[in-house]
């Protein structure tokens, strides 16, 4: 049962396109993340919040930008598309309190072409 | 920066062995995570270690965390068809509780019916 929510779940679009992917949860958690993972392999950060107004860097951030103006909203921002940005991206939020996992949502899989 | 690497990348087993994975880390870890993903899903958190020397155990499943806090290890015993999937260790950095974390370079197992 999913708390964490994507959209789109796949997407295909041309390069140098702007496209945005959404993530929505209905945990009430402060902290969130995107993440980048290519088939099979680990997962990198992009971006991530500790609330409302607070967003950081991650490892593959120089590319996109993120905005967190309500808890449980953060959305991804691409400029421009480019082939090499074709992966899956991965939301995740965690509570506050130390000892929880992160909750994944389902992913967005993006073709660049 | 803070490297996690795991092995084997890969492992095979017939149905009913049991499958170990290993998780490294460069520098100390404050907690380790463990998560299964499955073929086309997204990963789902299994655990979280914390002490020095930790054991937890999940029905047919057991995690450690070495004495160093730079090292984990998964065992399933008497593997099920059900276990197939990536797993992957997340190591959080010093800052208990607003740490990134650093994602390994995960396992896959499959399982021989």
């Known amino acids: 049962e999913a708390d964490i929510y994507q959209t789109p779940r796949y997407l295909v679009i041309g390069t140098g396109k702007k496209i945005t992917l959404e993530c929505s949860q209905t945990m009430g958690h402060d902290k969130m993340y995107w993440y980048q993972q290519d088939p099979g392999m680990e997962l990198h950060l992009i971006h991530y919040?500790?609330?409302?107004?607070?967003?950081e860097k991650g490892d593959l951030s120089s590319e996109s930008t993120v905005s967190r103006i309500r808890t449980e909203h953060f959305p991804l921002t691409l400029e421009s598309a480019r082939p090499s940005h074709t992966s899956q991206y991965l939301c995740?939020?965690?509570?506050?309190?130390?000892?929880?996992?992160?909750?994944f949502g389902s992913g967005t899989r993006l073709t660049v072409v | 920066g803070q490297q996690v690497m795991q092995i084997p990348q890969y492992q095979h087993v017939q149905e009913g062995e049991d499958f170990t994975t290993y998780c490294n880390s460069s520098t100390t870890l404050s907690n380790i995570q463990w998560y299964k993903q499955r073929p086309g899903g997204h990963p789902v958190f299994l655990i979280q270690?914390?002490?020095?020397?930790e054991v937890k155990k999940q029905k047919r499943l057991t995690f450690q965390f070495g004495e160093a806090k730079k090292n984990s290890s998964l065992h399933i015993t008497a593997t099920q068809t059900t276990d197939v999937g990536t797993y992957f260790c997340a190591g959080g950095g010093p800052n208990f509780g607003n740490e990134k974390l650093t994602f390994g370079t995960g396992t896959r197992l499959t399982i021989i019916p």
């Open positions: 995740a939020s965690r509570p506050g309190q130390r000892n929880y996992g992160y909750t």
């Open positions: 270690l914390v002490k020095s020397g």
């Open positions: 919040s500790y609330g409302v107004n607070s967003t």
